[in-house]
């Protein structure tokens, strides 16, 4: 069982900058696909970035050049560094971790954490 706790979040000024850490505990980390969600009310969860246990990354069109997912696997963290931020990047950000083992799906999701972009 994997546990995932999320840092980061809050309120900035459009343009501005945030990073949003996930640091997880109970499972290897190195062997998850790790991303980073987010959702608004009344809308389904979308994807943000996910960075592979290999180190390979992909972005949602609309935060490409503007943010970027890296992961630490000494310190079993993951980052989310949001720059140049708009107020539609406002959301209910949610850190994942995904992988496959087998037959089964193994997936996890951290508590959420609150990004508001507003002047």
């Known amino acids: 069982q994997v546990q995932l706790v999320q840092s980061g979040g809050g309120l900035v000024q459009p343009g501005g900058s945030l990073r949003l850490s996930c640091a997880a505990s109970?499972?290897?980390?190195?062997?998850?696909?790790m991303g980073w969600f987010r959702q608004v009310p009344g809308e389904q969860r979308e994807l943000v970035a996910r960075?592979?246990?290999?180190?390979?990354?992909n972005y949602a069109d609309s935060v490409k050049g503007r943010f970027t997912i890296s992961r630490d696997n000494a310190k079993n963290t993951v980052y989310l560094q949001m720059n140049s931020l708009k107020p539609e990047d406002t959301a209910v950000y949610y850190c994942?971790?995904?992988?496959?083992?087998?037959?089964?799906?193994?997936?996890?999701w951290g508590q959420g954490t609150q990004v508001t972009v507003s002047s």
């Open positions: 994942n971790a995904f992988r496959v083992a087998g037959d089964a799906v193994v997936d996890y």
């Open positions: 109970g499972g290897i980390f190195s062997l998850y696909t």
């Open positions: 960075i592979a246990s290999g180190g390979t990354t």
